[in-house]
């Protein structure tokens, strides 16, 4: 049986990465970019490859001219077709608050968070529709994409822009029988304290990264896999009357508001975002 085949931007590390195995283990080939650190990839192409698939790496910096483009086109020939494209790459960075913005760190992440997702995609469904593939494309969004944060327009709105895309090019591929939608993850840990405190982060906020688990109401921030699993079930059959939607992986963390933080018990700011522990209940001793 052939095999099937997928694409992915930044499948590297994190969230990417445990996609790209996802996938494998599944019975895909899989083509995916990187676009600094060559290890990362070869590392994942080696879980690919043992799951008995192909692994094709690219080199690319999505928000170059013309990158995105080459990269899917090359990455069709390659694998001979393309199942499901994932666009998960994004520039680092939030873009700051609207007083600070740096019209060339705007620019750079436009064209890495929004144009070339928008590139990949339309390169992908042209190939889909002229090939006939009753295709999947699915877009990595944010939770930031529904939640006001500061300090964060730039990247919440192209994510919330993705997310409107998404609705829209969902309805100009479902004549063609693709499918598009979208998924955003919450807090995902996607790399261990000791990856952190590595990259020069204060320990003082490595753990803080720890102690925000405690606002999720799921209890535990997510893992890359959670988010692999939401990816690959939007893209398999058991979604084949889903398009158009974006579905939120994110442990009930954006149904109080996101907290920021929290104040001390007993003030307004402790009720808003906080999530009781069963261990504190008290009223069931009381039927």
């Keep these: 049986m052939e095999r099937k085949k997928m694409i992915i931007t930044a499948g590297n590390r994190g969230i990417g990465a445990a996609i790209a195995v996802k996938f494998a283990q599944a019975g895909y080939d ?3 970019s ?39 086109h090359e990455s069709i020939q390659e694998l001979g077709g393309v199942d499901v494209f994932v666009n998960n790459a994004i ?8 007083l600070d913005i740096d019209t060339v760190e705007m620019d750079k992440l436009m064209r890495a968070d929004l144009r070339a997702a928008i590139l990949c995609s339309r390169e992908t469904a042209r190939y889909m529709v002229k090939h ?30 993705l997310n409107q895309m998404v609705k829209c090019f969902a309805l100009d591929l479902a004549p063609f029988g693709i499918r ?17 405190l590595a990259t020069g982060m204060p320990e003082k906020i490595v753990q ?27 893209a398999s059959d058991k979604a ?3 398009t158009g939607e974006t579905l939120l992986v994110d442990g009930g ?30 009223w069931a001793d009381q039927y």
Excluded: Q
């Design 240 to 242: 084949s009357y889903i």
């Design 30 to 32: 899989v083509s995916l």
């Design 180 to 196: 598009m939608n979208g998924v955003a993850p919450g807090a995902i840990k996607v790399r261990t304290n000791a990856e952190l």
């Design 34 to 72: 990187y676009a600094h650190s060559r290890e990362s990839a070869e590392e994942v192409a080696e879980k690919v490859r043992a799951c008995g698939g192909r692994c094709f790496l690219h080199k690319a910096v999505l928000e170059e001219e013309g990158t995105a483009e080459a990269f899917i």
């Design 91 to 98: 520039r680092p960075g939030l873009g700051g608050g609207l």
């Design 253 to 282: 963390l954006t149904i109080p508001g996101f907290p920021e933080s929290v104040g001390p018990a007993g003030t307004d700011a402790y009720t808003w975002g906080y999530i009781p522990r069963p261990e504190t209940w008290t």
């Design 132 to 161: 006939n593939v009753k295709g999947c494309i699915i877009v990595i969004s944010s939770m930031r994409a529904e939640r006001a944060m500061p300090n964060a327009g730039l990247y919440s709105g192209f994510k919330a822009g």
């Design 208 to 234: 803080a990264k720890d102690e925000f688990a405690e606002r999720v109401p799921l209890g535990r921030k997510g893992k890359p896999e959670d988010i692999a699993e939401a990816v690959f079930f939007l």
